[in-house]
């Protein structure tokens, strides 16, 4: 079963009907005890850093989560905010994160650049692989997933960048480390190749 964790930040219900359509068993849960019998959790996300922690903080959620990601080794799935919050700090309201990569998120910033990149990055955009992914052994570098977003994540290692894009400068848009994953872009919004990604978190071994 597959947790889906509702800490009050975006349309979770869509990923939720994704995954349920191809009869993967998943739930939208802030209960701490259902995320506790979980297989594997999807933390997605929009809107600011700081909220995010402070919404898990009261919730009771973040030593649920530490507990199953990072004790029991439980598969997890980060999507657009989540991801970031699988960082030590964000820009966005100076906020300290899980803490569960060694990573920090930076503010996409043009204004001293004679470009014509605007902030945030909206719309679709190519992934190039890093490395090969455990989740995806046979990705290709021709597929576009759609984004919405206006801070990136900078790895300090790495060997946890499992994938980049290009606005204005390359940015981490895919991460993975042991059981830890998750993707910039969203891709339950990215039509065929988004929810094959999804698919693949759901039936992996990863």
Not at 29 to 48: M, N, R, T
Not at 82 to 102: C, N, P, R, Y
Request: proline share 3%; glycine share 10%.
């Amino acid at each position: 079963m597959i947790a889906i964790v509702d800490y009050g930040m975006g349309n979770l219900r869509s990923i939720q009907y994704k995954l349920n359509k191809f009869n993967v068993d998943a739930i939208v849960s802030s209960d701490p005890k259902e995320i506790e019998k979980a297989d594997k959790l999807i933390l997605p996300g929009v809107g600011h850093f700081g909220k995010g922690m402070e919404n898990l903080k009261k919730k009771g959620l973040v030593e649920i989560l530490r507990k199953k990601v990072i004790e029991d080794k439980a598969p997890v799935m980060g999507i657009c905010l989540g991801v970031q919050l699988f960082t030590k700090h964000s820009e966005e309201g100076d906020a300290e994160g899980l803490g569960w990569i060694d990573a920090y998120v930076k503010k996409f910033d043009f204004s001293k650049e004679n470009n014509n990149f605007r902030v945030p990055h909206v719309g679709w955009n190519k992934v190039k692989i890093a490395k090969k992914l455990k989740c995806w052994p046979d990705f290709s570098d021709d597929k576009r997933f759609y984004f919405t977003h206006s801070y990136y994540i900078e790895c300090n290692d790495k060997e946890d960048v499992g994938g980049v894009s290009h606005y204005g400068h390359d940015f981490v848009s895919i991460i993975e480390k042991n059981n830890i994953f998750g993707t910039q872009f969203h891709p339950e919004k990215s039509h065929r190749d988004g929810f094959g990604l999804l698919m693949r978190f759901a039936e992996a071994t990863c």
